[in-house]
């Protein structure tokens, strides 16, 4: 039996800065400038409930969005300054939301190819909590999902 060739157009690393998405996110680049694949690289967000700590008042609207802006914009920089990016088009994307959900639905918005995404990014309690990211990624995104160890 012949095997057709699979060959990606539009590869998406998901990122949120942890070691693991950070090496998902040079796997993803590897993949991408193989197959002279577009890569889009996106971090969410889940925006913070309390996080201006117990007792204290909630920050403006206006310091809230910076804050968020602040990170995305920190973690997708210290994620594409190491890649081998030459000769291929790479696209950055911020979001809001869950991440889980706002992934899966920004891959079959631009139809990817492939996601890849680190095996562990969020801290235990986050896991024991919601899941593993990565994890509802691999059972409920509409493409492939490699997970990154």
Known sequence: MEWPEWSPDVVVAATDGSDGSLRAAHVAASIAKNNNSKLIIITVVRPPEG??????????ATALAKALDDAQHGVLDLTVKDLDTEGIEVQTVEELG?????????????????????????????????GSVADRLSHYAHCPVLVVP
């Open 51 to 60: 996080w201006w700590g117990i007792g204290g008042a909630p920050p403006t």
């Open 98 to 130: 869950d991440p889980a959900a706002t992934i899966i639905g920004f891959c079959s918005e631009v139809e990817a190819d492939l996601l890849v995404v680190g095996k562990r990014g969020a801290g235990l309690i986050e896991r024991f909590v919601m």
